[in-house]
Structure formats: C-alpha cells, structure tokens
C-alpha cells in the first residue's frame, strides 16, 4: 500500500506498515496507529513508562510500531526474539535506547 501514497508518517517510515489511510481532497497520507495506541491504553491504565527498564518479547511488526514510542520514553528497551537477525535489526533500527 505505500507506493500508492502521497506521504507517510514519520511512524510508517520507521515501522514500513500502514493501517490508516487519510484522504485530504485526493491527497493520501498513510499512518500507523498500533505504538501510539499502545502508549495511549498505558496512559489510560495509569502505567508510566518514563525512565523504566522494559522488554518486549518478539520483533515483529507490533515491536517496531510500539518500540518506536517506547524508545523515546524509557531508560533501556530490551528486545527478545528466537530469530536472532529479526531481532538485530530491530534494536539496530530503533537506535541508542535498544539494547541486546
């Protein structure tokens, strides 16, 4: 679906997934929705992850869009997968915050 679009969210860039597509007058911007609602039901339930220590087990499409947020909060993201390269590039795409 991304070659069809107009532009991308920064979230799709990073994630290479959309699940929303806006229509502005023919103009189709894609998004990804699933990390910021993560972060959104973590609010909600009044869990802070500001400075945590978190793992996220599997390195698949979900880890990236929810590990994209979640790199941007908490102190050390760690990152488990039984596919050793899956996980690599994982924590080499989500940067500093991601750890092996």
């Given at each position: 679906?991304?070659p069809f679009l107009d532009a991308v969210s920064d ?5 290479g997934a959309v699940n ?81």
């Amino acid at each position: 679906m991304i070659p069809f679009l107009d532009a991308v969210s920064d979230e799709v860039s990073f994630i290479g997934a959309v699940n929303t597509i806006a229509n502005d007058g023919g103009f189709l911007r894609g998004y990804n929705t699933d990390g910021r609602g993560f972060m959104e039901s973590l609010s909600e339930a009044g869990i802070p992850c500001d400075r945590k220590r978190v793992l996220i087990i599997g390195a698949g499409g979900a880890c990236r869009a929810v590990g994209y947020y979640l790199s941007q909060k908490v102190e050390h993201l760690q990152i488990f997968d039984i596919d050793e390269d899956k996980r690599e590039r994982v924590v080499k795409d989500l940067g500093p915050f991601a750890v092996t």
